[in-house]
């Protein structure tokens, strides 16, 4: 079940790597489980945030971490679903794991202490339905949520094998397209971003030994059904970017242009497309609570039965191509101050 609710609850631990829950955990008809998580079937370990809600004085009970959240043995939590080791349909008793978290003194809520999460290492599988159950055993209440990975797509256009060109002609233009490989042809991704790493080694003077960086390059974003193109008999995805905006972004790198002493030396390494796909509820979520409303509060969305908070997919999917001969001289020429190699043979 979907539905929107204007409850006011914690988002923080929707990317599971925060801590200072900036909302009220504040609920009038008793107690409230929430449930954050996001699967993602190239994690080795998948997490889930579960807290409840309290009624109270936030700014005072806010700081007790006990207040909104769960000791171990007062819930039991299960996870349903095909993993890479079986065929077979399995339901895991999830056990929890404790993160410590440095102390923010600009944290609203609890820091400097451990956070405590629920995690299953067994690889999730593209594409596969799986089920987050929470029995809370003081009142037998059971709190679910349901949801699917994010199904197979692959690369398909540029080529892995053929070197890259960043031409730096204003007005050409180039894409990046993926592409589901089984009928229907459709990802069950609501929104992609697209990112363009460029990755360099770097040695400075008296150093010894070399480090790799990266110049991130943001590509283009938007929603999976604006980014379809069904003109062949193959439909694929896709998103049209700038080669020659590549030189933009190193004449103004920031870190490049201040720390380029003479004696630096820089090496070309490959460059990295990556596309980012969120799953549905994710997107509803984004979409719900980041819209402009003349209403004071916001409606916010939740995924999860008998309780709060958003359980969805997520992936990213990363291909690396060799930078052409051809780009590696131009960059070479056009910025002698950032001090690369042009080695024809790297």
């Keep these: 079940m979907k539905r929107l609710i204007y409850t006011i609850f914690a988002i923080a631990a929707l990317i599971l790597s925060s801590c ?28 889930f945030k579960i807290t409840r809600s ?12 006990a207040v909104s959240n769960y000791t171990y043995d007062e819930i039991e939590v299960t996870f349903t679903g095909k993993f890479q080791d079986s065929n077979a349909t399995q339901t895991l008793r999830l056990d929890t794991i404790s993160k410590w978290v440095p102390y923010d003194p600009n944290s609203v809520f609890y820091s400097g202490c451990y ?11 593209e594409g596969e339905e799986y089920e987050i159950d929470v029995l809370r055993k003081a009142d037998n209440v059971n709190v679910s949520a349901k949801v699917g990975t994010i199904n197979s797509f692959a690369f398909q256009k540029p080529t892995p094998t053929i070197p890259i060109t960043f031409t730096d002609v204003t007005t050409s233009t180039a894409t990046v397209e993926w592409r589901v490989p ?13 990112t363009g790493y460029f990755h360099y080694a770097e040695l400075q003077p008296g150093a010894t030994d070399t480090t790799h ?19 062949t ?16 972004f190193l004449e103004y790198n920031t870190y490049l242009r201040n720390n380029s002493p003479a004696g630096v030396k820089r090496w070309f390494e490959k460059f990295e497309f990556a596309v980012s796909a969120i799953g549905e509820d994710l997107y509803n979520y984004y979409l719900i609570t980041n819209s402009s409303s ?29 930078i052409s001969e051809r780009t590696r001289k131009k960059i070479v020429e056009r910025f002698p101050e950032y001090h690369f190699i042009y080695d024809p043979n790297r």
């Design 54 to 65: 309290f009624i109270g004085n936030v700014n005072e009970l806010a700081p007790n971490y």
């Design 115 to 125: 956070q405590t999460y629920y995690y299953v290492t067994k690889k999730l599988i």
């Design 233 to 248: 008999n193959l439909p694929y995805y896709f998103v049209t970017y700038t080669p020659s905006a590549l030189f933009s």
């Design 294 to 322: 003349a209403i004071q509060d916001v409606p916010n969305y939740t995924n999860v039965e008998n309780g709060m908070g958003i359980v969805s997919s997520r992936i990213t999917k990363s291909l690396y191509v060799t």
């Design 20 to 47: 200072s829950n900036k909302v009220d955990l504040y609920s009038d008809e008793g107690e409230t489980t929430v449930v954050y998580g996001m699967l993602d079937t190239n994690a080795d370990t998948n997490f």
């Design 182 to 194: 089984v009928a229907p042809f459709k990802s069950t991704a609501s929104y992609f971003e697209v």
């Design 213 to 231: 960086l990266v110049m991130t390059w943001p590509l283009g974003s938007g929603r999976a059904d604006d980014m379809y193109n069904t003109s």
